[in-house]
């Protein structure tokens, strides 16, 4: 037995040595084979799909609209004969257009490339800018050749314009008066190129480059994960049973983000990622389909796909809100399965610690991460970033580092402010480091190798049919046009927090002061006693030191809004653990503690008090308070929890001078009860905020019944089929034809008045909803120069009562006026007695000073109408005196309406950013081949969201193209049950040239990942 002993372990030894030594080689070739795939994977060649429009084809020279993504194109050439060019200068006396890029309509507009031509001259207009005005020659031919770095205008065959650098013309489609079958248009070419580089997919060597990637990187944590058996301690279980049992805290926390899924409030962005991630398959890529030239959202938004996996489901609310529920229950479980228990055994085994980090996690969540937005991600990230630091440190093991790293790479490529996922590696950079060298004690390749193939993983996710230089692009157009902010312009961020709008909301501006006071006490009884006692040491300063660097690190952003902080929700709420631990943390001065921190807590919740309780576009319909803050009884809330907390200072100063008095001490609170004392202030005012926001939100869909909530329209999502809020506005089917008859004989009388405009300032030189003074009576007292008053009674009009088909639903007239003015409007109704008309009641429609200077309507519904009238007229009052008082009127209408969504119904929309989330059955418009589907719509939020320019010219957005190729006349409508609230607007586009769809002819061409066709738009 002993010589079999003997002879038996040095074969054992060898081969540990052996198989060690195999282990080594495998983690580092494969790690460093996964690390060369990353590295070489977005210069790896792509399919890349080309687009190049041609006009005119076969002769038909009808214009064509094609507003490109981009603005400008990567080249654009013209070549017009000389034939074609006379004649159409002979039969033409006015100058006539050869070939324009903007509308005719759009000449003014400073945009775009115009060529005219008259009695023999060309006249060249660019950006704006008369560049050419020549004779034309005997060969009379015109060239146009342009691209981003130069542009020349040729004119039989000699240069007229020449300039360097990027002067490509603007391209909202090609317009000419140039007719096939007057001109001789034979040799007639326009040729143009939009920038479709984003338009892309991996060829199958990235593809398998890619797979060789993920196979080398699972191999090498393979081998990480063998040599961990022999380098690092035994692993305890992760989820062993008693940390799998369900907890009333967990029951809690899962009923609340479940209820808040459905009547929870949007966020400004939840229309704007739903509607990029939805029109990607048409795209071909995931746009930026509001802004930025339409750029791909590289290199972040890989979480964005997920919502476009759903929305080809269904694109109702509680749907697209999925992910955000399960990342939230998955960020509680390892908040509370993993995070919290290395705090240390005090809190590991208390229940008040953990209805301290229960409430704080859901005061957190409710306002920030419930929607589309990609925080939740940076919640999960970062939290698995913590468990894995802490994990390798108590275990002595690597595996969790290189998860770690890799769960912290793609939390950042998802967006930016998941660089707080860094914060526990940073923190924690010496204990790792020590880890790190014990296990590279032969050789640093093997430890090495694996971290890196973990990291750079993501960017197989990152340039999956993408490339370095179409990121690089999509990142330098997003930096030119901004908002791209610096570091230290963090204030701003603070500044929107202590702002009276929705981004400095109550709900919002809590839990993000709560953090810091929490923080603030953590690091005070830190410094005071070297350690919060009864907490682990290392955790508890590491979780310390990650909030102040997650601080740090949200400066480093390029945005600055209020919404990133929604990141912080799992670390406040560890944070709101420990704190209520250091509070009883101190035998002899727990009580005083504790009524210090509650005196801060409520002083940091009087401070939020003093902004309304405020939320984001529809959210806001029937909320209490959402535009002012909280009262009780007309005392402001934030004076009640002043007052308070002033109470509870006073309650901490004589505990203090209780504890110094000489004489026995008191007899010290058991830590258990004292812990559980100490968490009881933030689980009561957390518990409190929690339910006071849910509570807002219930008395929102009680306000609103009978007309429209999100709550109760998402309640109808889930028990039926329902299309949001646009199964709740009514519009008008015609407004020109509801127009009402004026009784045979009645003429009225007015005084100050005239129907037809005095100047182009009158505002009935542009009535609303397509009206003309030809076909529909208005008035105005409008006059330049002067301050005239007047008295309008206008004819009366025949009411239509006699049968159900023809039943009055409404009254409505068009008013404009502007605000402040002594002027007012009236509807007075009347019953017709033979041949006269006898008033009967009069109801006033605007006040004096009530007008907003712009069209509006003012509606009366059927039961403001007396029961017996049968004649309407209008009546318009005048006694401003100053230059600017004037009133306009139209004649009365009575409309038939229908819904939105049937009155939209398949045809294409453009829906701003802010109102997108709650239309979940419409069909946005598409971007096909760089070129923008040309929508039948336009939605806005009104003055329910601005959307403040975000999709303008400026910044590159769809709006910047619909202003040049169309008008947008409102079409007028209501909310159902709430005439006067205020709801969003529709808009009829209507283009000012009826032009057909643009030929494409399109192409696959292998790119590497280097190619670049050139510049992209310049602003």
Same mark, same amino acid.
């Given at each position: 037995?002993?010589?079999?002993?003997?002879?038996?372990?040095?074969e054992?030894?060898?081969?540990?040595?052996?198989? @060690?030594?195999?282990?080594?080689?495998?983690?580092?070739?494969?790690?460093?084979?996964?690390?060369?795939?990353?590295?070489v994977f977005?210069f790896?060649?792509?399919?890349q799909?080309?687009?190049?429009?041609?006009?005119?084809?076969g002769?038909?020279?009808?214009?064509?609209?094609?507003?490109?993504?981009?603005?400008?194109?990567?080249?654009?050439?013209?070549?017009?004969?000389?034939?074609?060019?006379?004649?159409?200068?002979a039969?033409?006396?006015?100058?006539?257009?050869?070939?324009?890029?903007?509308?005719?309509?759009?000449?003014?507009?400073g945009?775009?490339?115009?060529?005219?031509?008259?009695?023999?001259?060309?006249?060249?207009?660019?950006?704006?800018?008369?560049?050419v005005?020549?004779?034309?020659?005997?060969?009379?031919?015109?060239?146009?050749?342009?691209?981003?770095?130069?542009?020349?205008?040729t004119?039989?065959?000699?240069?007229?314009?020449?300039?360097?650098g990027?002067q490509?013309?603007?391209?909202?489609?090609?317009?000419?008066?140039?007719?096939?079958?007057?001109?001789?248009?034979?040799?007639?070419?326009v040729?143009?190129t939009?920038?479709?580089?984003?338009?892309?997919?991996?060829?199958?060597?990235?593809?398998?480059?890619?797979?060789?990637?993920?196979?080398?990187?699972?191999?090498s944590?393979?081998?990480?994960r063998?040599?961990?058996?022999?380098?690092?301690?035994?692993?305890p279980?992760?989820w062993?049973?008693?940390?799998?049992?369900?907890?009333?805290?967990?029951?809690?926390?899962?009923?609340?983000?479940?209820?808040?899924?459905?009547?929870?409030p949007?966020?400004?962005?939840d229309?704007?990622?739903?509607?990029?991630?939805?029109?990607?398959?048409?795209?071909?890529?995931?746009s930026?389909?509001?802004?930025?030239?339409?750029?791909?959202?590289?290199?972040f938004?890989?979480?964005?796909?997920?919502?476009?996996?759903?929305?080809?489901?269904?694109?109702?609310?509680?749907?697209?809100?999925?992910?955000?529920f399960?990342?939230?229950?998955?960020?509680?479980?390892v908040?509370?399965?993993?995070?919290l228990?290395?705090?240390?055994?005090?809190?590991?085994?208390?229940?008040?610690? @953990?209805?301290a980090?229960?409430?704080?996690?859901?005061?957190?969540?409710?306002?920030?991460?419930?929607?589309?937005?990609?925080?939740?991600?940076?919640?999960?990230?970062?939290?698995l970033?913590?468990?894995?630091?802490?994990?390798?440190?108590?275990t002595?093991?690597?595996?969790?580092?290189?998860?770690g790293?890799?769960?912290?790479?793609?939390?950042?490529?998802?967006?930016?402010?998941?660089?707080?996922?860094?914060?526990?590696?940073?923190?924690?950079?010496?204990?790792?480091?020590?880890?790190?060298?014990?296990?590279?004690?032969?050789?640093?390749?093997?430890?090495?190798?694996?971290?890196?193939?973990?990291?750079?993983?993501?960017?197989?996710?990152?340039?999956?049919?993408?490339?370095?230089?179409?990121?690089?692009?999509?990142?330098?157009?997003?930096?030119?046009?901004?908002?791209?902010?610096?570091?230290?312009?963090?204030?701003t961020?603070?500044?929107?927090?202590?702002?009276q709008?929705p981004d400095?909301a109550?709900?919002r501006r809590?839990?993000?002061?709560?953090?810091?006071?929490?923080?603030?006490?953590?690091?005070?009884?830190?410094?005071?006693?070297?350690?919060?006692? @009864?907490?682990?040491?290392?955790p508890?300063?590491? #979780?310390?030191?990650?909030?102040?660097?997650?601080?740090?690190?949200l400066?480093?952003?390029?945005?600055?809004?209020?919404?990133h902080?929604?990141?912080?929700a799992?670390?406040?709420a560890?944070?709101?653990?420990?704190?209520?631990?250091?509070?009883?943390?101190?035998?002899?001065?727990?009580?005083?503690?504790r009524?210090?921190?509650?005196?801060?807590?409520?002083?940091?919740?009087?401070?939020?008090a003093?902004?309304?309780?405020?939320?984001?576009f529809?959210?806001?319909?029937?909320?209490?308070?959402?535009?002012?803050?909280?009262?009780?009884?007309?005392?402001?809330?934030?004076?009640?929890?002043?007052?308070?907390?002033a109470?509870?200072?006073?309650v901490?100063?004589?505990?203090?001078l209780?504890?110094?008095?000489?004489?026995?001490?008191p007899?010290?609170?058991?830590?258990?009860?004292?812990?559980?004392?100490?968490s009881?202030s933030?689980?009561?005012?957390?518990?409190l905020?929690?339910? @006071?926001?849910?509570?807002?939100?219930?008395?929102?869909?009680?306000?609103?019944?009978g007309?429209?909530?999100?709550?109760?329209?998402? #309640?109808?999502?889930?028990?039926?089929?329902?299309c949001?809020?646009?199964?709740?506005?009514?519009?008008?089917?015609?407004?020109?034809?509801?127009?009402?008859?004026?009784?045979?004989?009645?003429?009225?009388?007015?005084?100050?008045?005239?129907?037809?405009?005095?100047?182009s300032?009158d505002?009935?030189?542009g009535?609303?909803?397509?009206?003309?003074?030809?076909?529909?009576?208005?008035?105005?007292?409008y006059?330049?120069g002067?301050?005239?008053?007047?008295?309008l009674d206008?004819?009366?009009?025949?009411?239509?009562?006699?049968?159900?088909?023809?039943?009055?639903?409404?009254?409505v007239?068009?008013?404009?006026?502007?605000?402040?003015?002594?002027?007012?409007?009236?509807?007075?109704?009347?019953?017709?007695?033979?041949?006269?008309?006898?008033?009967?009641?009069?109801?006033?429609?605007?006040?004096?000073?009530?007008?907003?200077?712009?069209?509006?309507d003012?509606?009366?519904?059927?039961?403001?109408?007396?029961?017996?009238?049968?004649?309407?007229?209008?009546?318009?009052?005048?006694?401003d005196?100053?230059?600017?008082g004037?009133?306009?009127?139209?004649?009365?209408?009575?409309?038939?309406?229908?819904?939105?969504?049937?009155?939209?119904?398949?045809?294409?929309?453009?829906?701003?950013?802010?109102?997108?989330?709650v239309?979940?059955c419409?069909?946005?418009?598409?971007?096909?081949?760089?070129?923008?589907e040309?929508?039948e719509y336009?939605?806005?939020?009104?003055?329910?969201a601005?959307e403040?320019?975000?999709?303008?010219?400026v910044?590159?957005g769809?709006l910047?193209?619909?202003?040049?190729?169309?008008?947008?006349?409102?079409?007028?409508?209501?909310?159902?049950?709430?005439?006067?609230?205020?709801?969003?607007?529709?808009?009829?586009?209507?283009?000012?040239?009826?032009?057909?769809?643009?030929?494409?002819?399109?192409?696959?061409?292998?790119?590497?990942?280097?190619?670049?066709?050139?510049?992209?738009?310049?602003?």
């Amino acid at each position: 037995m002993d010589t079999a002993t003997s002879t038996r372990a040095p074969e054992d030894g060898l081969g540990r040595r052996r198989g @060690g030594r195999f282990l080594r080689r495998a983690a580092a070739f494969s790690g460093l084979v996964a690390v060369l795939c990353a590295v070489v994977f977005p210069f790896l060649p792509v399919v890349q799909e080309t687009a190049r429009i041609t006009w005119p084809v076969g002769g038909d020279t009808t214009a064509v609209n094609a507003p490109l993504v981009s603005y400008w194109a990567l080249d654009t050439s013209a070549d017009i004969p000389c034939a074609s060019v006379r004649s159409l200068d002979a039969r033409s006396p006015a100058p006539a257009l050869l070939l324009s890029t903007v509308p005719p309509a759009r000449a003014d507009s400073g945009v775009g490339l115009r060529l005219t031509v008259q009695d023999g001259q060309l006249v060249a207009v660019h950006r704006g800018e008369r560049i050419v005005r020549t004779t034309l020659p005997q060969g009379c031919d015109v060239g146009l050749r342009s691209d981003p770095h130069r542009t020349t205008l040729t004119v039989g065959g000699a240069t007229v314009h020449h300039a360097e650098g990027d002067q490509r013309p603007r391209i909202v489609g090609v317009y000419s008066d140039l007719d096939g079958s007057l001109d001789p248009v034979g040799g007639l070419t326009v040729s143009i190129t939009p920038d479709t580089r984003y338009q892309s997919s991996p060829t199958a060597v990235k593809v398998f480059v890619a797979l060789l990637g993920v196979v080398a990187a699972l191999g090498s944590l393979a081998c990480v994960r063998r040599r961990d058996a022999d380098l690092g301690r035994r692993a305890p279980r992760p989820w062993s049973p008693d940390r799998r049992r369900v907890t009333g805290r967990d029951a809690a926390v899962v009923g609340v983000l479940a209820v808040w899924v459905v009547i929870g409030p949007v966020t400004s962005d939840d229309g704007y990622i739903l509607t990029m991630a939805s029109v990607a398959d048409d795209a071909g890529y995931l746009s930026n389909y509001h802004r930025w030239f339409g750029v791909a959202e590289a290199p972040f938004g890989w979480f964005y796909h997920v919502y476009g996996l759903l929305a080809q489901v269904s694109a109702a609310p509680p749907v697209i809100r999925l992910p955000s529920f399960v990342l939230g229950v998955a960020s509680w479980l390892v908040l509370s399965r993993a995070v919290l228990p290395r705090l240390g055994a005090s809190v590991r085994r208390s229940r008040s610690a @953990g209805w301290a980090a229960a409430t704080v996690f859901c005061v957190w969540w409710l306002p920030y991460d419930n929607g589309v937005r990609p925080e939740p991600v940076a919640v999960l990230g970062s939290l698995l970033s913590l468990w894995a630091v802490e994990r390798a440190l108590a275990t002595r093991r690597l595996l969790p580092v290189c998860l770690g790293v890799g769960a912290a790479a793609f939390t950042f490529a998802a967006t930016p402010t998941g660089l707080i996922a860094v914060a526990p590696f940073v923190v924690a950079a010496r204990p790792l480091f020590r880890l790190l060298r014990e296990h590279a004690r032969d050789g640093w390749a093997a430890t090495l190798a694996p971290v890196c193939a973990s990291g750079s993983l993501v960017l197989l996710a990152v340039f999956a049919d993408q490339t370095s230089a179409s990121v690089s692009e999509a990142i330098r157009l997003r930096h030119a046009v901004g908002p791209s902010m610096s570091w230290f312009e963090e204030l701003t961020r603070y500044q929107f927090l202590f702002s009276q709008g929705p981004d400095g909301a109550l709900t919002r501006r809590f839990p993000v002061l709560l953090l810091v006071l929490c923080t603030a006490t953590c690091l005070a009884v830190l410094l005071r006693r070297d350690r919060i006692p @009864g907490a682990a040491l290392g955790p508890s300063r590491r #979780l310390i030191g990650t909030v102040a660097l997650f601080f740090v690190l949200l400066a480093l952003t390029p945005t600055k809004w209020t919404h990133h902080f929604g990141a912080f929700a799992a670390v406040g709420a560890a944070m709101a653990a420990l704190t209520a631990l250091a509070t009883s943390a101190s035998v002899l001065r727990s009580r005083r503690n504790r009524a210090a921190f509650t005196s801060g807590l409520l002083l940091v919740a009087a401070v939020s008090a003093t902004a309304p309780n405020a939320y984001w576009f529809v959210s806001q319909l029937g909320v209490p308070w959402f535009d002012l803050p909280p009262s009780l009884h007309g005392i402001a809330l934030s004076t009640l929890l002043t007052g308070a907390a002033a109470v509870a200072g006073v309650v901490a100063f004589a505990e203090h001078l209780r504890a110094r008095r000489p004489g026995q001490p008191p007899a010290p609170e058991r830590p258990r009860t004292a812990l559980g004392r100490g968490s009881v202030s933030v689980v009561a005012v957390c518990g409190l905020v929690v339910l @006071g926001t849910i509570g807002s939100m219930v008395k929102a869909v009680i306000e609103q019944r009978g007309t429209y909530s999100l709550g109760a329209a998402n #309640l109808a999502h889930l028990t039926g089929e329902h299309c949001g809020l646009g199964d709740h506005v009514m519009v008008e089917r015609d407004p020109a034809a509801s127009v009402l008859t004026t009784l045979p004989g009645s003429t009225g009388s007015s005084t100050g008045f005239h129907p037809r405009p005095s100047s182009s300032q009158d505002p009935i030189e542009g009535p609303p909803h397509g009206f003309t003074a030809d076909t529909t009576p208005m008035w105005s007292s409008y006059e330049d120069g002067g301050a005239p008053t007047g008295r309008l009674d206008s004819p009366w009009y025949e009411l239509p009562r006699d049968s159900a088909a023809d039943a009055v639903e409404q009254v409505v007239v068009a008013v404009a006026s502007p605000q402040g003015k002594a002027t007012s409007v009236s509807i007075q109704f009347g019953q017709q007695d033979g041949a006269e008309v006898r008033p009967i009641a009069t109801r006033t429609v605007l006040g004096e000073g009530a007008g907003t200077g712009e069209w509006e309507d003012v509606r009366l519904p059927l039961p403001d109408i007396p029961r017996h009238a049968d004649a309407v007229r209008v009546g318009a009052t005048d006694d401003d005196l100053t230059a600017d008082g004037w009133v306009a009127v139209t004649a009365p209408r009575t409309p038939s309406f229908t819904a939105l969504t049937d009155k939209v119904g398949d045809s294409p929309v453009y829906i701003d950013w802010p109102a997108s989330f709650v239309y979940p059955c419409l069909r946005p418009m598409t971007i096909t081949d760089g070129v923008l589907e040309l929508p039948e719509y336009h939605l806005t939020a009104g003055t329910l969201a601005d959307e403040a320019g975000w999709a303008s010219a400026v910044a590159g957005g769809v709006l910047g193209n619909l202003d040049e190729v169309a008008a947008k006349p409102e079409i007028p409508s209501y909310l159902a049950g709430a005439p006067g609230q205020p709801w969003g607007t529709l808009h009829a586009v209507k283009p000012y040239e009826n032009g057909g769809p643009p030929t494409i002819h399109r192409d696959r061409r292998v790119r590497p990942g280097w190619w670049s066709p050139g510049p992209g738009p310049s602003r």
